[in-house]
């Protein structure tokens, strides 16, 4: 790229990956446990050829760190995208990944799994809450795409989904709300935690299911990456540019559930992180998608990862909900920023 | 130093063990050097048996007797992380099936640290000596455990026999503010387990009555259920009554405003320890309740 | 050829368009005309095929639009609109590349940037290239905005031919900017396979550039002709209900329309 703009932005996006690369070095070797060099190194080469490894610290290591680390990455990378996705399809950036139902739907179903769980037949072992949260973030979502259907080819129809999904989001979380009062004491706990967010349960089988939704939907993201530029100009002119808004749309709205459903399920809901990212990349560079979803996917993933440290050392050997931390983390960052340049509307 | 050397050890014992050429454990107890108890309850006989000398991590909750915030803590028990328990290095586990999230428990399973859960369960004085007995047989302190089952039933026993002597039932009702939120619970009736039914054994041995009847705790709904119940007496445990701040306060809270206990003054701050569960010191609890409830001025 | 065959438009009971049958010709500057709630803008849309016509068929050339995709649409058909808002930071060079979108994917050629490069001077917009396009007067966002639509289509793709839609683009400009505008038009219009439909207000605009007009009434072509077939104070009073008095532009020899 021989155009100043085309460099800013490799510039950027480099310096991203290696403030990723960092964090999730810091992210591996500090925590509760600070592991040393050669402790990491035995235990990887264990967990590669599949023995397990020969020390307990070895073993928490290949199979709480890092899989925890990696968890990071890959959830701070999800967010990151979806609060892009959604940014762009909304063409609003007051908007959060979870914002059509998600986020909600699974506080709903996690809070019913904790609450009722043992009442319903239903279990799995330990897939059940995974899955109790992902359904509710997935039914949600659907209803409030059923919902919004009136105008479906009407301009409208953003509009809608916004609304639609503010109003299932209110319907999700009173429901919460009341399981959470006819709970007992342990169960209130466990939702107020759930609702906060927290890595801890990441191992690799989640991670390996985490990972495919992400990745996969990162994947596909990056090619819808021009037609949501087009979108900002509007449905209107976006469609004389030739883009097939509707399938644009669905197409969109479908990649961002599945990751953020799927991530939620298994972390909790960690908001702030889908909000925050695009706009501190838009402050650097721009609002162009093709730069905003890489990047999005780097800072979140960089985040997230800061930001589970924090949780884990400050206290330590207590953990702090890692959705406080998010915010802490995330907003001086982004008031810096704000004053810095001129963020114009 | 010394925790190198311990961690060393462990690590060299698991290591050797790993190498499965040694065969099962030689000795046939648990390793009690470095203990992590994740329970309130637990951690209060741990004292009152003499056993905490191995004691290296606590939850958050478990805040008595005094001595006990002077040990790490690892967190709050439905919060927690196994790598903060692991980080402290512990030979055992102990904890009482409340601790959350799920995912811990079964991290510890999977990293093969050494567990235990006790049978007994405190939630009737029988229940109470019982996990004295098994606990006392655990740590290897049964002489104390002993000791602490008699102490408790001869306490009771004259506790409750002066407690006959009062003639009159003052119908009491017990305010208990939760420790990690704000939530504003009664404690009423005749509970199953748990939950309330401590407190109500309680005030009956003292000699009083239960003014609201029930189940188990209940959340404060309306104020005109307190009202209405109008009891006598009150007593609100220690973390909402210093809140309050002192006993006018405590009088204006909606509900309580109208009720006798308040219009005669008759608000006592309880510590949650003395009321809301059994412990080795119920008896002498017991008494001092029936002393508090039964006078009639503050 | 642009071929509209008996085309109608209905939302729920109302009938916005009824029936209209018009031919576009190249190498002609065609501008609607009409009193509000004419169907003025709903006409373009349905000839730009931003939404199906209720019945009736379209024709770009010899193809069907009904059998064209969004993208080959998009490669020979470019609209200008009135105003387009911008929610997020997008410098306004970014803007115009957006037109180049249909032709390429992944990276621009360096085609399209040199067309982008051409557009921007030929609107004079090569200043403003790096700066936000939220920030910009309306007047250069819509000279934005043209750079974009022409910079669409620029280059002919078939033999199909190329259509230029302008729903009403003058609001915001200045005078001297309109004229301009209109001249660029026109040249663009110039050529071949190139078919050019717009909506205007300013009747005199008509008058001096339109090679033909067509006068719309409640949903229905009252008048196609020349514009001086079509800007007699009897239509014009039909339709606007207003009486203009028309004089001979000195400038120009052509028709121009007083209103008192």
């Known amino acids: 790229m021989s155009d100043p703009s085309g460099r800013a932005r490799a510039l950027i996006l480099t310096a991203l990956f290696a403030a990723m690369v960092v964090a999730a070095a810091a992210s591996i070797r500090f925590g509760a446990i600070d592991f040393s060099l050669r402790e990491m190194g035995s235990a990887t080469l264990a967990l590669l050829s599949g023995r397990e490894p020969a020390t307990l610290d070895g073993r928490i290591f290949a199979q709480l760190r890092l899989p925890r680390a990696v968890m990071c990455l890959l959830v701070g990378a999800c967010l990151g995208v979806g609060g892009t996705l959604m940014q762009a399809l909304f063409r609003n950036p007051i908007v959060e990944p979870g914002l059509v139902g998600t986020s909600s739907g699974a506080a709903f179903g996690s809070a019913l799994y904790f609450v009722l769980g043992s009442v319903l037949k239903f279990s799995a072992g330990p897939w059940t809450l995974p899955i109790a949260a992902c359904a509710g973030g997935v039914v949600a979502t659907y209803l409030v795409f059923a ?8 301009r409208s129809s953003i509009v809608m989904l916004l ?86 749309k669905w197409a969109v709205l479908t990649i961002n559930v599945v990751m953020v459903a799927v991530a939620t399920a298994f972390t909790g809901v960690i908001s702030f992180v889908g909000l925050i990212v695009p706009h501190i990349l838009r402050i650097l560079h721009g609002a162009d998608n093709r730069y905003l979803i890489a990047g999005s996917a780097l800072l979140g993933a960089t985040l997230l990862s800061v930001a589970d440290l924090v949780a884990r050392v400050s206290l330590r050997p207590a953990e702090l909900p890692i959705g406080i931390v998010t915010s802490i983390v995330g907003v001086p960052v982004f008031l810096y920023l704000l004053r810095q340049r001129q963020y114009v509307f | 130093m010394t925790l190198k050397r311990v961690g060393a050890l462990v690590c060299a014992c698991a290591a050797v063990s790993a190498c499965g050429r040694f065969g099962t454990a030689a000795s046939a107890g648990p390793d009690l050097d470095r203990m992590v108890v994740i329970s309130q309850q637990y951690n209060e006989l741990i004292y009152a048996l003499g056993a905490q000398a191995h004691l290296v991590g606590v939850d958050y909750s478990s805040t008595y007797p005094p001595e006990i915030k002077s040990v790490t803590t690892v967190g709050y028990h439905r919060a927690l992380s196994a790598e903060g328990i692991l980080s402290l290095k512990p030979t055992i586990v102990i904890h009482d099936n409340n601790i959350g999230p799920e995912s811990v428990v079964r991290q510890l399973e999977q990293l093969k640290v050494p567990m235990k859960t006790f049978e007994a369960k405190d939630d009737s004085i029988d229940g109470l000596k019982a996990l004295l007995r098994e606990m ?41 503010f939760g420790r990690a939120s704000n939530v504003y619970l009664l404690v009423a009736g005749k509970g199953g387990s748990g939950d ?38 009150i007593l609100m445990t220690e973390f909402g009554f210093d809140r309050l701040g002192s006993l006018d306060q405590a009088k204006t809270l909606p509900g309580v405003a109208q009720t006798t206990a308040a219009r005669t003054g008759r608000i006592y701050r309880v510590s949650e320890h003395e009321l809301t569960y059994f412990n080795p010191e119920t008896g002498k609890s017991v008494a001092r309740l029936a002393e508090l409830i039964h006078q009639s001025r503050p | 050829m642009l071929t509209a065959e008996a085309i109608g438009y209905r939302v729920g009971r109302r009938t916005i368009l009824e029936d209209v049958t018009a ?21 373009v849309k349905l000839l730009a095929r931003l939404v199906p016509p209720s019945h009736g068929r379209i024709r770009y050339g010899s193809t069907d639009a009904t059998t064209l995709g969004h993208r080959e649409l998009a490669r020979r058909r470019a609209v200008l609109s009135q105003a387009v808002e911008v929610a997020f930071p997008i410098p306004a060079r970014e803007l115009v590349m957006m037109g180049r979108y249909p032709h390429f994917t992944g990276q621009p050629s360096p085609d399209d940037e040199a067309i982008c490069d051409e557009m921007m001077r030929l609107l004079d917009v090569v200043a403003l290239g790096e700066q936000p396009y939220a920030t910009l007067s309306g007047g250069e966002k819509q000279r934005v905005n043209f750079a974009r639509v022409l910079a669409q289509i620029w280059r002919p793709v078939d033999a199909d031919g190329r259509y230029l839609f302008l729903d009403e683009p003058l609001t915001f400009l200045d005078i001297q900017h ?53 800007l007699t104070p009897e239509h014009l009073r039909n339709a606007f209900h207003v009486r203009p008095t028309v004089v001979t532009n000195p400038a120009t020899g052509g028709r121009h329309l007083i209103f008192d």
């Open chain 1, 147 to 154: 919902l919004a259907r009136a105008n479906d080819a009407g």
């Open chain 1, 163 to 248: 609304l639609t999904g503010l109003a299932v989001n209110a319907l999700c979380l009173s429901g919460v709300g009341f399981l959470s009062y006819i709970a007992r004491d342990p169960q209130a706990r466990s939702i107020i935690f759930w609702n906060l967010g927290t890595m801890s349960g990441s191992d690799w089988p989640s991670v390996l299911i985490v990972g495919a939704a992400t990745i996969g939907g990162i994947a596909i993201a990056l090619r819808y990456a021009k037609p949501l530029n087009a979108l900002m100009l509007g449905e209107e002119e976006a469609s004389y540019l030739g883009v097939n808004v509707v399938r644009l």
């Open chain 2, 136 to 176: 006392g047989a655990f740590f290897h302190k049964e002489t104390r455990a002993q000791e602490l089952a008699a102490t408790l039933d001869r306490d009771l026993a004259a506790a409750r026999e002066r407690a006959k002597a009062y003639r009159d039932h003052p119908r009491v009702a017990v305010i208990h």
């Open chain 2, 196 to 233: 309330g039914a401590a407190a109500s054994q309680m005030l009956d041995w003292a000699g009083g009555e239960q003014a609201i009847q029930g189940n188990g705790m209940q959340r404060m709904t309306s104020p005109e259920i307190i009202a209405q119940a109008n009891p006598d007496v």
């Open chain 3, 23 to 43: 031919a576009f010709e190249p190498r002609r500057l065609h501008l609607v005309i009409g009193p509000n709630g004419a169907g003025k803008s709903t006409l």
């Open chain 3, 178 to 230: 309109q004229l301009r505008f209109m001249q660029l038009v026109r040249g663009f219009a110039d050529q071949d396979d190139v078919v050019v439909v717009g909506v205007v207000h300013d009747l005199n605009l008509a008058a001096r550039f339109a090679d033909r007009v067509i006068l719309l009434d409640a949903g229905a072509v009252a008048v196609i002709g020349t514009p001086d077939e079509v």
